[in-house]
């Protein structure tokens, strides 16, 4: 047997040969124990999960109560919720033309296809603007970037708002300006995750983020209040975001989550619990515990900024994402991401152009079309949410608690078949004239398996290369940026040229192709991160983590 699920250990030498290879193999970590804890993990913070022990990776600070990870559950999930609100807003003022193309068309005299360029002008300035935004995330931290980015959100969208009853240019340049400002929602929450979630329960609040992409969108009042509306939101979400969502990002030491060799010592860490983690220690709650600093006051937590990390140089922030490139396993998280989110801006660019004729419906039926890919996304997310973190877990058990980030890959498979399936049914039912049931219910299935594949490539990008998340995530939203952009020049006069059976064919032949690299990266992906590891790319261009 190969892959990930092979490496099992049958004794306890071979375990502690598995666990030594951590330090080389970037995210391979350990995150079950069974039976009777050893010396080499008596000292990591875990919790109890039936017979076996969920060891926590990050290891939370043992002094520190404001480490985020030592936050309340209620305290995370309204920082996440709020999170889910900006990258929701967010991506709801791309696919909220897809209803109003052939007005605003008919308002600005234009082609269709011209149009979709307004589409592709947001979706370029966003992979820009990531390269930019991104830095000021690390240094400065989230907290600044995410307000600011919603309050320009905010005004971009009432700028649109006028624009879209005036002509296309002020209108192409809104478009632009809007993919600038909210160009950190796909960058910015997967590394607020990574701040407050522990590795075995952070799967599903990737597929929740990965959810957010997929807008429901109802016309009801026009092109401009469309806008307004959302404006609306995005200012409630604002209000919501300095008042309950602190600072994410933690600059103080916490213990490594790499289990210790029996003769090494450990320093300061029996301490009783963890409070807020809802970790438990097993070390001598006699020994006493350490004091740390104070936890912040509420007053003190609604600073929008906090001092500038002296360690980080913006330069090497910025050019980090460029090597990232050379990097296997990001090349293929970015091939697939970029690919999979994709088909959200195919189908919002198309819909008018595919159901205004033959099947006659009007701006608010084409907008009740994407409830069809808001259904396959719940499901897509519940696939790659709970179901993934238990194959993960199934095979990390198998493992004897080591955990490989190759071991969510094997549901890509759901993702590659869901795609491939919902594309050929939506083209062959539109191909054939059925009745309008078809091609919208292939459109719910294509959409559950491009779900499937947005959040699984992002959680493994994340889990092998964890200490760059925010580096990481600018190089796969830039990158499928540029993948998304691509179809806005050429997708609505494809679709005259050749019909819509063969380019969503073509399309979904492409995404199977780039699926198939998976089981590669399935059977080879340790080698690969102890290959990116030894060769230290950052390292030799002067990009090292800190400055």
């Known amino acids: 047997m190969t892959g990930p699920a092979a490496q099992t250990a049958s004794n306890g030498d071979e375990i502690t040969n598995v666990a030594s290879t951590v330090t080389h193999a970037p995210g391979t970590e350990r995150l079950f124990q069974s039976g009777q804890p050893g010396s080499a993990t008596n000292e990591l913070q875990f919790i109890q999960h039936g017979d076996s022990r969920i060891l926590l990776v990050p290891q939370p600070s043992l002094t520190d109560p404001n480490d985020p990870l030592r936050w309340s559950l209620t305290k995370k999930w309204v920082t996440f919720l709020n999170g889910i609100g900006y990258a929701f807003m967010g991506s709801v003022t791309g696919p909220i033309m897809a ?6 068309s008919l308002t600005f005299n234009t082609t269709l296809q011209k149009l979709t360029y307004a589409n592709g002008a947001t979706l370029i300035c966003q992979g820009v603007g990531n390269i930019f935004w991104m830095p000021f995330v690390i240094k400065f931290g989230r907290r600044p970037v995410y307000t600011l980015s919603t309050l320009l959100m905010g005004v971009a969208c009432v700028w649109l708002g006028l624009a879209s009853t005036a002509s296309y240019t002020p209108f192409l340049i809104g478009r632009a300006f809007l993919g600038l400002f909210e160009a950190p929602i796909e960058s910015i929450l997967p590394t607020t995750i990574t701040d407050i979630f522990f590795l075995h329960d952070r799967g599903e609040k990737v597929s929740l983020y990965g959810l957010s992409f997929s807008a429901l969108i109802i016309q009801r009042l026009g092109m401009s209040w469309a806008f307004y509306i959302v404006a609306m939101f995005i200012g409630l979400n604002l209000c919501t975001m300095i008042f309950f969502m602190p600072e994410t990002m933690y600059r103080g030491a916490r213990p490594s989550s790499t289990p210790l060799d029996d003769a090494e010592d ?30 912040k006051s509420f007053l003190r937590s609604l600073a929008l900024w906090e001092k500038p990390d002296a360690r980080v140089s913006l330069r090497k922030v910025f050019l980090r994402p460029f090597v990232l490139l050379t990097y296997p396993t990001v090349l293929w998280a970015c091939l697939v991401y970029g690919m999979s989110l994709g088909w959200n801006v195919i189908i919002g660019a198309t819909v008018a152009q595919l159901f205004a004729e033959p099947y006659g419906f009007d701006s608010q039926a084409q907008g009740l079309i994407f409830l069809s890919p808001f259904i396959g996304s719940l499901v897509g997310s519940w696939l790659c949410g709970s179901l993934s973190d238990s194959i993960a877990n199934y095979f990390t058990r198998k493992n004897d608690g080591i955990r490989e980030p190759e071991m ?19 083209g062959l039912c539109y191909h054939h004239r059925t009745h309008w049931i078809g091609p919208v219910f292939g459109f719910g299935v294509l959409t559950a398996g491009a779900q499937v594949g947005v959040s699984l490539s992002m959680s493994y990008a994340l889990d092998c290369h964890k200490e760059l998340s925010v580096e990481l995530m600018v190089t796969v939203a830039s990158l499928k940026s540029l993948i998304a952009w691509i179809w806005t020049w050429v997708i609505n006069d494809w679709i005259d040229a050749s019909g819509m059976l063969t380019v969503l064919m073509t399309i979904a032949t492409i995404n199977v192709v780039i699926h198939l690299t998976t089981l590669w990266l399935y059977l080879r992906g340790k080698k690969i991160r102890i290959w990116i590891a030894e060769r230290d790319m950052l390292g030799r261009c002067g990009l090292q983590r800190w400055a």
């Open 99 to 104: 209803a109003g193309m052939i007005p605003l």
């Open 408 to 426: 969510r890959l094997p549901t890509c498979v759901i993702a590659t078949v869901l795609t491939f399936m919902g594309a050929l049914t939506a």
């Open 266 to 295: 450990v320093k300061g860490v029996n301490v009783e619990k963890v409070e807020d983690a809802g970790a438990s220690n097993s070390g001598d709650p006699s020994a006493g515990t350490v004091t740390g600093p104070p936890k």
